[in-house]
């Protein structure tokens, strides 16, 4: 399962008009500012459209603009040659499904392509969160013994760690002479009380009864010396809680002081789970969410409990949380340091667009991609925050092949209006190499024939660039053979950020392209 961060996913989900597609791939997808482009005469002649908005005779389809193939992101609202390549720009009309970055596929590629839609809908994603943790002690149903006066160990009724025992079951027999003698004075002072009533000495009754808290007796004890009227100079300690000893410092006959501790005891009726939550799954998981709870050791059996807390501590390695789970613990079964697996019922989610989680595209022979930003997923569904509508369909099998085919990824940030900012993965800022002849020279742009450029993956070709910002220099001239540096600004255009002319010898060698060329052959989609 994956908790998950906001990012953006590509869909294919709203259908377009029917027509031809035509996406291509460019190193340097965003558009490029160029100077408008020239409307040829033969255009004008054969009535063929002069702006966006006409009538294309030959085809009866309005012409929305005009583009160059190798360079989708530029638009042209009239026709003429493509200022990047040796080559004439290209209509797209109306009701081509590429002007929306979409793709038209015939029902029987589809059919080959095994492709499926299923609507997106709306509804809660039931989502599980399982953890897996170690049993421990529940540290809140503990019970210490201690010794409340000095005294001697004559006998141990529990004499190993780990030993289990029950509540009011006996542990120790301590010998306390300290007890003695306040005993016998309690006792004495009892008999005298009594002999002489009415004489106003019951407060010495009381004093030596204070005694006898004093020394450590507890109130059950003092009532067996009133009841017996026998000194008891041995007193037994009994579990106060049931479960198993956990610490044993003592052994027969050992002198013990007053306050030192001779037992821990840990209940076993209820049972932590600290369970290794991921971080990203934290934010679903709450104290008071149910749980249940399953042991390797305890095949078959299904445990019941509650989150206890959300420990504030993230581990830095793992990149977990820890989530304190208390368990009800019948018959002992679960004991600490048990492998345990938890399953969390995370609190209701609000009603969000589900769609299937391999989705990808849209059907009905047209697919455009679509930006979403997308939740938690779980059980093949997907949360949709935004970029869907219930009732919509998307593409759920062989969205990948269409993909690779019409390279649907980068559709949508390649289809941008000029000046907008660079693609992901190229940064304003990023520079290239390459070497060529200078073709021409204006006041605003310098034109290249260059050899092909491995870092865009583009091939030979002849193409304007903007000038450097301090001007092309002046021992630059037509014709010269360069070696230059450019990068894409913020505006979408290409500019030079550096040209020199190339040494005579390297100059001679051929390196770059012999004049302009027809068509970008080598450049990569």
Request: aromatic share 4%; no cysteine; glycine share 10%.
């Amino acid at each position: 399962m994956n908790a998950k961060r906001l990012a953006p996913f590509v869909l294919a989900a709203v259908v377009l008009g029917a027509g031809g597609y035509a996406l291509y791939r460019l190193g340097v997808d965003q558009g490029m500012k160029v100077a408008g482009s020239v409307t040829s005469a033969s255009s004008a002649a054969t009535g063929a459209p002069q702006k966006a908005g006409d009538v294309d005779p030959t085809t009866g389809k309005k012409v929305l603009y005009w583009h160059d193939p190798m360079v989708p992101g530029q638009k042209f609202d009239k026709p003429g040659k493509s200022p990047f390549m040796d080559m004439q720009l290209v209509p797209m009309y109306a009701d081509s499904d590429t002007d929306a970055g979409g793709v038209a596929i015939s029902s029987r590629v589809q059919q080959n392509l095994g492709v499926r839609t299923a609507p997106v809908k709306q509804g809660a994603l039931n989502m599980a969160v399982e953890a897996v943790g170690s049993a421990a002690y529940n540290e809140r149903d503990v019970a210490v013994v201690q010794a409340r006066s000095n005294g001697f160990l004559e006998r141990l009724y529990v004499r190993a760690p780990l030993d289990p025992v029950r509540q009011g079951q006996p542990l120790a027999e301590l010998y306390v002479p300290d007890w003695v003698a306040a005993q016998e004075e309690y006792l004495s002072a009892k008999r005298i009380a009594g002999q002489a009533a009415g004489r106003g000495i019951d407060g010495l009754v009381d004093g030596a009864k204070q005694r006898l808290r004093l020394s450590g007796m507890s109130e059950d004890q003092i009532r067996r010396i009133e009841a017996s009227g026998v000194v008891q100079a041995r007193t037994t300690l009994t579990a106060p809680i049931s479960g198993v000893v956990t610490e044993l410092p003592v052994r027969e006959g050992m002198t013990v002081m007053a306050g030192a501790p001779l037992f821990r005891i840990n209940g076993l009726s209820t049972i932590w789970v600290n369970a290794e939550v991921p971080e990203n799954l934290a934010a679903m998981i709450r104290p008071g969410n149910p749980v249940e709870a399953r042991a390797t050791a305890l095949p078959g059996v299904t445990l019941k409990g509650k989150v206890s807390a959300i420990l504030p501590e993230v581990n830095p390695a793992t990149r977990t949380l820890k989530a304190r789970v208390e368990l009800a613990n019948p018959g002992n079964q679960l004991v600490p340091g048990m492998f345990v697996t938890i399953n969390f019922a995370p609190a209701a989610h609000k009603d969000m667009l589900l769609v299937p989680t391999e989705a990808v595209i849209r059907g009905d022979g047209k697919f455009v991609p679509v930006d979403v930003d997308v939740g938690l997923d779980s059980n093949g569904q997907t949360e949709i925050h935004k970029g869907l509508e219930v009732g919509q369909n998307v593409v759920v099998s062989g969205q990948f092949l269409i993909d690779s085919e019409a390279s649907l990824k980068g559709t949508t940030t390649r289809m941008t209006e000029p000046g907008a900012p660079p693609a992901a993965g190229q940064a304003v800022g990023q520079t290239h190499r390459g070497k060529g002849k200078v073709e021409a020279i204006s006041k605003d742009e310098i034109t290249l024939s260059h050899g092909p450029i491995a870092s865009l993956q583009w091939g030979p070709m002849t193409m304007s660039f903007k000038v450097p910002a301090n001007g092309v220099p002046k021992n630059v001239a037509v014709g010269d053979r360069v070696a230059f540096e450019f990068g894409q600004g913020k505006d979408g255009r290409f500019e030079i950020v550096s040209i020199n002319p190339l040494p005579v010898t390297e100059a001679r060698a051929r390196d770059a392209p012999k004049g302009p060329i027809a068509s970008p052959a080598g450049a990569k989609p």
